[in-house]
């Protein structure tokens, strides 16, 4: 019988990683900007209920106060809203833009969609400040941190002096505690020319990241994401009670549907929680460099730090499905067949 339960579980979740060895993951997002942050968000909670992560924090790095009571609201929604959240002061991308404030306000029946009960009266820290205190409580080497918008708060950690949660500077505070970076951000094949976005917002964080960084880096480059679109009909018909489910509600208001989303941030979720699953290649080592004007290069060089990901035409097609499955928590999304 005890074989048997063993058998069952070992079966079960996708990553196959027992409940005792959740994967602790920092998130730092920039809810608010692209809509790909919020079904980012919602992978890593489907992770999380099947046991494979244990989201410790999540830091918010676009400045400005709407997006604490989202997301908040979004964990509560996910029952997490014990999940401590940090923010960015004096960050960039103030302005609201449209989900998040809609999506707040919105009701449905009378009833909102979102329920949050932390803004930012409650006293939220300084993404780096929770950040340094969530690795001071972890194990050597475990944590994997996800970075999907502009690197302000990672900055702030690098740079951050001993405080009353670690006798470590920041440097080493990460050298000691964090298994892996997975970030989105740059441009590392041809088929774009442009400086990407995450890097131009806080283009003086990026630079000191991809310099600074002590851990491994693994980044999803613009054109990863862009050469998976997440299904429209996914969203349609894959949620219960879609028309007040906030990440439905979100996606139909970022804008007009039908319409099939870049799955940046998404590919950065999917590659840290499932990194030997082969969704993805993997470049050679070597080293990043963001340049003045944004642009991000990579050398080769042996013993590397720095990686990016790559996505083969032979791999689209299971990893743009895996990674709809992760977001629906379920293991069939209608898109297959409903046109
Ligand atoms: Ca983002």
Redesign the pocket.
């Known amino acids: 019988m005890f074989v048997w339960i063993l058998l069952f579980f070992s079966c079960g979740g996708s990553v196959n990683t027992p409940k005792n060895q959740a994967i602790p993951v920092i998130f730092d997002?920039?809810v608010g900007?692209?809509i790909?942050?919020v079904l980012a968000l919602q992978m890593l909670f489907n992770y999380e209920k099947e046991g494979n992560v244990n989201i410790l924090g999540i830091t918010i790095s676009k400045s400005n106060p709407r997006v604490v009571e989202y997301v908040d609201g979004y964990c509560r929604f996910n029952e997490r809203g014990d999940i401590p959240l940090g923010y960015a002061y004096n960050g960039v991308n103030p302005e609201p833009y449209q989900y998040v404030p809609i999506t707040l306000d919105t009701l449905v029946n009378g009833e909102k969609v979102l329920f949050p009960q932390r803004s930012l009266a409650n006293n939220i820290p300084e993404g780096y400040v929770l950040q340094r205190q969530l690795l001071a409580g972890q194990p050597d080497h475990s944590v994997v941190m996800i970075v999907?918008?502009p690197q302000t708060n990672i900055r702030r950690l690098l740079e951050s002096e001993p405080d009353e949660h670690s006798d470590l500077n920041g440097m080493e505070l990460v050298s000691k505690k964090v298994r892996l970076l997975s970030v989105?951000g740059g441009l590392y094949n041809d088929d774009f020319d442009f400086p990407e976005w995450n890097i131009l917002q806080d283009l003086a964080a990026s630079k000191v990241l991809f310099d600074k960084w002590p851990t491994d880096i693994v980044a999803s480059g613009f054109e990863v994401g862009s050469a998976l679109l997440y299904p429209h009909q996914s969203i349609l018909h894959d949620f219960t009670d879609d028309h007040k489910h906030p990440l439905c509600v979100s996606y139909k208001v970022y804008q007009p549907m039908p319409y099939d989303r870049q799955t940046w941030?998404l590919t950065s979720v999917l590659y840290a929680i499932e990194p030997d699953a082969g969704y993805f290649d993997l470049s050679e080592r070597g080293k990043i460099t963001i340049d003045k004007k944004g642009y991000s290069h990579f050398e080769a060089v042996s013993g590397g730090r720095h990686r990016y990901l790559v996505i083969p035409e032979q791999k689209k097609k299971e990893t743009r499905k895996k990674i709809v499955n992760q977001v629906t928590g379920k293991d069939q999304s209608t898109y297959e067949t409903v046109k």
């Open positions: 997002t920039d900007n692209d790909d942050d999907v918008g989105m941030d």
